[in-house]
Each structure stands twice: as C-alpha cells, then as structure tokens.
C-alpha cells in the first residue's frame, strides 16, 4: 500500500557531481535504505553505523563499495547500476539530492542527516582544498558533465563561506532547498531524521534508534564491537575502507577525508555579526522548528510513527 503523501520525482539536477537520472532505472528493494544528506553532515558516518548494524560487527568492511553514491555521475550509471543489482546483502544506498530529484519509493526506508551549516562548509573547505588532480579530471574531464567546472577553492576559508552561503551552495549544490524538501517529508513512515550533533551527544543511544527503524535486532553480544568500529578514532585509523578509493582523491590519504570530526570551528573565523546574519537567514529560509533542529538537534523531528514498517 502507497503512503498517500508519496513526493514524486519532479526534475532532474546535473552538474560536477551529479547526474540525477540514475534513480529512474534503480529497481527497489522492499529492504533498501537510502542514506541522504546534503553533503559533509555525517554520511560516511552513518554508512559505517548502518554497515556495522548489518554485518554484526565486522571490522572489515569496505563500506565505501558497499554502499555507493548513487548521484555521483562517475564511473556512469549503467556501471553503477549493475554493480548495485548485483548486491546480494540489503542494500544502503547514498544520496546527495533533494527530494524533489530524487525517486521515494514505499519499498525503501530514508535516513536523513543534518548538521549546521557553518560545520558543513568547514568540513567541506577540508575536503575540497586538499583534493588532487585526479579529483578536478574526474569530475571535469570524464564525459557527461553538466554547467561549468569546480575550480579549486580560495585559500581564505572566509572567503568561502562567504562564497558559499551568497552564491546558496556555490561550488557545490544549493543548500537550503535540500534541508527544506527533507523537512517536508520528515512524517512519512518511511522516513528518519538524524542530526550529526545528536550522534556526537549520545552515539548509543542514536544508533539504537537507527537499528529500530531500520528493524535490525541487536545481538549484545557484539554491541561493544559495533560502539568501537563507529568511533571517529576506529575511522579515522581505518579510513581506506570507508573512504571512496581508498582516498585516492587526496594526496594525503584517506585519513584528510575523514577530518576532525568536530563542530563549531567556524568560531574562530566568523564574527558574531556574520553568525548572526547567517542564523537570521536560516530561520527566514526553512522557518523556526527547522532551523533550530538544524542548529541543534535534538527535537524530536520526527514522530514515533516514523520508526513503524512500511507496508508494501
């Protein structure tokens, strides 16, 4: 039976990164689960949390693999799609999209994770200002790109947030339409909301919750080996195999993409007065329930229907 409420897929985004038409020829599973975020908000994170919560523990998993980006425009889709139908084990799939590019089926279940802007952009600054050459040709050069290039970052990490927040997601995605159209959504059975500062306050107690959603038992005999492998320190030492490529898009490794796993370093650089246009405008562009979940977490977001089973 389909949720009456179901969004239909609206329109297809293209750039760099993304080719959204992937999703149109994804055949779902009744079992699938799709990871969303906008970008730097604790995906990787949470696949390590759903891979452990699947594979009872293991400290072996390449969840990088294992759990692609379904958008990435590269390698191309009809690559991508194959190495996904091949997948025996139940799929946890990656999404950078909004709501409205994206496909929501009744048959999968959706985890979104938020986190303040300004600790987003940090993070991102972190990622693209130490990618490589091979980062720019993949993502330039390979066949299908949509719109101009990503060029490299400016070396002021202001700049770039001012860059970022005045020009909405510039070099990347807009942002705020991303939070806006999850939000939409956040009461339909099928549908979780997770915030990256509530996994930091109590990662027990979040990963319990995720586990419940997505109705996989916890054996308490490995819990202990679960809480240990989704550590930040575990990933960080381990971060060839969450990390796509095994970091080959870095000079550094790995382990630069899996960075301090910290909030608030925006303190330092941004003044109160740029903070506060910032907070201003988040209230103004997703309304004051949302922005206040963005900035915190921690608010219940989403009902206790949310965690119940789909019916198909």
């Keep these: 039976?389909?949720?009456?409420?179901?969004?239909?897929?609206?329109?297809?985004?293209?750039?760099?990164?993304?080719?959204?038409t992937i999703w149109n020829d994804l055949e779902f599973r009744n079992d699938d689960i799709i990871i969303a975020t906008y970008a730097k908000a604790g995906t990787t994170w949470m696949q390590q949390i759903i891979g452990q919560l699947l594979f009872d523990g293991a400290p072996d998993l390449e969840v990088a693999e294992m759990s692609p980006w379904m958008d990435l425009r590269v390698p191309p889709k009809e690559v991508k799609l194959a190495l996904v139908e091949a997948q025996s084990h139940r799929r946890f799939l990656k999404t950078h999209?909004?709501?409205?590019?994206?496909?929501?089926?009744?048959?999968?279940?959706?985890?979104?994770?938020?986190?303040?802007?300004?600790?987003?952009?940090?993070?991102?600054?972190?990622?693209?200002?130490?990618?490589?050459?091979?980062?720019y040709e993949v993502l330039n050069d390979t066949p299908g790109r949509v719109g101009p290039p990503i060029v490299p970052p400016p070396a002021d990490i202001r700049q770039y947030w001012l860059d970022w927040f005045e020009r909405d997601g510039f070099p990347f995605w807009p942002f705020w339409e991303n939070i806006r159209s999850w939000w939409e959504i956040r009461e339909l059975p099928n549908v979780l909301f997770v915030h990256f500062a509530d996994l930091k306050r109590d990662m027990s107690a979040e990963i319990r919750r995720i586990a419940g959603f997505l109705e996989i038992p916890i054996d308490e005999a490995i819990w202990p080996a679960i809480l240990?492998?989704?550590?930040?320190?575990?990933?960080?030492?381990?971060a060839v195999k969450s990390v796509p490529l095994g970091g080959a898009f870095w000079d550094a490794g790995a382990e630069v993409f899996i960075n301090k796993g910290v909030n608030g370093r925006w303190t330092e650089v941004l003044t109160a007065e740029e903070s506060e246009v910032y907070e201003r405008r988040t209230v103004a562009e997703l309304g004051p329930e949302c922005a206040r979940w963005l900035a915190h977490g921690t608010l219940d977001a989403v009902p206790e229907s949310a965690s119940s089973q789909v019916d198909d």
């Design 1 to 20: 039976m389909s949720h009456p409420n179901l969004p239909r897929k609206e329109r297809e985004l293209h750039n760099h990164h993304f080719d959204s």
């Design 228 to 238: 240990e492998h989704c550590s930040f320190q575990w990933m960080k030492k381990n």
């Design 97 to 135: 999209l909004p709501v409205d590019a994206l496909r929501v089926s009744e048959k999968a279940k959706y985890i979104y994770i938020g986190r303040d802007a300004r600790d987003v952009v940090w993070s991102l600054y972190n990622h693209h200002s130490n990618a490589n050459q091979l980062w």
